[in-house]
């Protein structure tokens, strides 16, 4: 079977193409390249011993998208590719919308002309808005609080919206929590350009010396200690978990959403002392004001994805920051060769 990747080179489309390629699947991947490197090709072919077709390619290259489905039989698509930095959303909305939304109107519209009606789709935790009470149901009201968010709930409607239009449609939408962690090879992990947004590549870079302090935003939460929780998953349980969502959606039709999630949360200073018994380094960090838009507490009910998907993710939080930190130093090894990273 021939799966199309889109975004495949990025960091949750890297781990997925791993695990497509061991689990015996053909892979075509596309990406622009705008948050990854070529690098990653390589880095998948090294880890699974595997080959397969690369385009650099934009979704909203039509005639490049019409290129793909002529020049290759395509049974379902896995999409990945759009932008995901939430600051950056609301100071750019348009762009997150015409990247995200128009890039997947072109995907869809090409899909449907090559009668390729099978999608698994990168939704996310932030489709949930300030949620009520966790854990979070995949039945729960749905709102968002920034552009990014926005783009993943309408592309959701949209992909709905199809399959009311052409019951023939079979869509996973898959709603991830918080992926960290890395490939064990330490050949494929996330290395965001810039000082990181996110909690995991910030502690990470204050334990390898490269940034002198973690601010950790808030710590007057209603939560266990003080700080925020979150439901941190393993990018490659996350991984399995679209290939348990690919065998769903080759065997019915419809419209589903799934957390990806494992149910536990876990807050910062929670991270910070795994991380720091993971690695054997101290993360220094001071308590800063809370940051806007963030929300006290977020983690997943995983019940769902496990009946209907037969998937759990069973990696820890141990193994979580083993693996990042793996990762971090293999980067740092390859620099210090003048490798490319
Ligand atoms: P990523 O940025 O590492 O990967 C996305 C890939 O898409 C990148 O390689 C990028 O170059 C590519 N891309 C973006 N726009 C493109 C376009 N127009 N044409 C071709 N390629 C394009 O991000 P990730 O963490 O791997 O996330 C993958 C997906 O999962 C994204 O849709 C993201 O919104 C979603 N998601 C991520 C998280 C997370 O915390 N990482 C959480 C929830 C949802
Ligand atoms: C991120 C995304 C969100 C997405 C979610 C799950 C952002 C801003 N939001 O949010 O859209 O739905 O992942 O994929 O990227 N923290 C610190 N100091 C830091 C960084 C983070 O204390 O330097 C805290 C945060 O306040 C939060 C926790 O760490 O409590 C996790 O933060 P982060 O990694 O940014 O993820 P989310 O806030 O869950």
């Not at 622009?32 to 077709?53: G, L, M, V, Y």
């Not at 996310?124 to 949620?131: E, R, T």
């Not at 947004?197 to 003080?226: C, H, Q, W």
């Not at 920051?321 to 293999?330: A, F």
């Amino acid at each position: 079977m021939s799966i199309l990747v889109t975004g495949g080179t990025g960091y949750i489309g890297s781990h997925t193409c791993v695990e497509l390629l061991n689990a015996g699947y053909e892979i075509i991947v596309f990406d622009n390249f705008i948050n990854s490197k070529p690098e990653a090709i390589q880095r998948t072919k090294q880890i699974t011993n595997k080959d397969f077709k690369f385009y650099k390619a934009d979704l909203l290259d039509r005639s490049a998208m019409e290129q793909i489905f002529t020049k290759n039989q395509i049974d379902a698509v896995i999409h990945f590719a759009g932008l995901k930095a939430v600051g950056e959303s609301v100071e750019i909305p348009l762009r997150y919308y015409h990247n995200n939304v128009g890039g997947t109107l072109i995907l869809c519209e090409t899909m449907a002309k090559y009668n390729v009606k099978r999608m698994v789709f990168s939704s996310s935790a932030a489709v949930y808005g300030n949620p009520a009470t966790v854990p979070i149901r995949e039945d729960f009201p749905l709102s968002t609080t920034n552009p990014y968010g926005s783009t993943k709930l309408m592309i959701e409607n949209i992909l709905r919206d199809l399959y009311i239009s052409d019951p023939e449609w079979s869509i996973a939408l898959l709603r991830y929590f918080n992926p960290i962690g890395a490939h064990k090879s330490g050949l494929i992990g996330e290395d965001p350009n810039g000082i990181p947004n996110n909690l995991m590549p910030y502690i990470a870079r204050v334990a390898a010396r490269k940034l002198e302090v973690l601010s950790i935003f808030g710590n007057d939460y209603p939560t266990k200690d003080g700080t925020g929780v979150r439901d941190y998953i393993h990018v490659v349980d996350l991984s399995l978990g679209h290939i348990k969502a690919l065998e769903k959606i080759m065997q019915t039709s419809g419209v589903e959403a799934y957390n990806l999630g494992t149910g536990i949360g876990y807050s910062v200073l929670e991270v910070i002392s795994a991380f720091e018994a993971a690695s054997g380094q101290k993360v220094n960090y001071k308590i800063a004001p809370r940051r806007a838009g963030d929300i006290p507490e977020c983690y997943a009910d995983s019940v769902k994805s496990k009946k209907e998907l037969d998937w759990v993710a069973s990696r820890d939080l141990k193994e979580m920051c083993e693996d990042s930190w793996g990762y971090i130093n293999k980067l740092a090894s390859f620099k210090k060769a003048g490798r490319p990273l």
